[in-house]
């Protein structure tokens, strides 16, 4: 949630741009924050054993909460990758 309340406020604009090195600009600076801020906040071991753990069908392992959390974090930064790469 830290990080979404950190990124969510770089993706909408007042006013669109339509010139190519702005909008490039504001893309690789996104994606560079969001990097940095995943980084620095996401144990990607504790992830991965999350995530095996499924595999092995052992459901009991991963509360519903951490299960929708984990979805809702993938599906928030595709769309946000999406939006950036729309933009040039």
Do not use: G
Not at 21 to 28: A, L, M, T, W
Not at 34 to 40: I, P, Q, R, T
Not at 42 to 49: G, I
């Amino acid at each position: 949630m830290d990080i979404y309340n950190q990124l969510s406020s770089l993706l909408p604009v007042a006013k669109p741009s339509i010139d190519d090195k702005e909008n490039r600009i504001r893309i690789d600076n996104f994606r560079i924050k969001s990097d940095n801020l995943l980084n620095k906040h996401v144990d990607l071991d504790k992830v991965l054993e999350l995530l095996k753990t499924t595999a092995r069908e052992h459901w009991d392992d991963l509360p519903r909460e951490v299960y929708n959390a984990f979805y809702c974090c993938i599906s928030w930064h595709r769309h946000a990758y999406r939006y950036s790469i729309s933009l040039h």
